[in-house]
């Protein structure tokens, strides 16, 4: 075999090693993130994400246990702003003391 030949064979060797390690890494990858890798870690008693699209849940965190809500107030208000807004009606906020 003459210098050219084996240089041209050495050359398709390593492209094809090259080739297999980036196929090996990329399998190693993606099994460690199917396996291995989990959802993310909430700090909440319940939590639920779903795609409003399709509305497929995506994620569900003690979705079916009942729990007050964080703040009635707070829902009141933003309710009430909200059916405001609606009827167009102008909202004037108050000085909080």
Same mark, same amino acid.
């Given at each position: 075999?003459?210098? =050219? +030949?084996?240089? $041209? ?7 094809? &090693?090259?080739? &297999? #390690? *980036? *196929? ?12 291995? *890798? $989990? ?13 409003? +699209?399709?509305?497929?849940? *995506?994620?569900? +965190? ?8 964080? =703040?009635?107030? $707070? #829902?009141?208000?933003?309710?009430? &702003?909200? +059916? ?14």
């Amino acid at each position: 075999m003459k210098n =050219s +030949e084996r240089y $041209k064979n050495m050359k398709n060797i390593r492209r094809l &090693l090259a080739a &297999l #390690m *980036i *196929i090996f890494v990329l399998a190693v990858g993606l099994a460690y993130s199917t396996f291995y *890798i $989990k959802g993310p870690n909430i700090d909440a008693k319940a939590a639920i994400l779903m795609d409003a +699209e399709t509305n497929t849940i *995506i994620l569900a +965190e003690n979705e079916n246990t009942p729990y007050p809500a964080a =703040s009635m107030t $707070k #829902m009141m208000t933003a309710y009430l &702003l909200l +059916e405001k807004i609606q009827t167009r009606v102008n909202v004037i906020a108050g000085k909080y003391y």
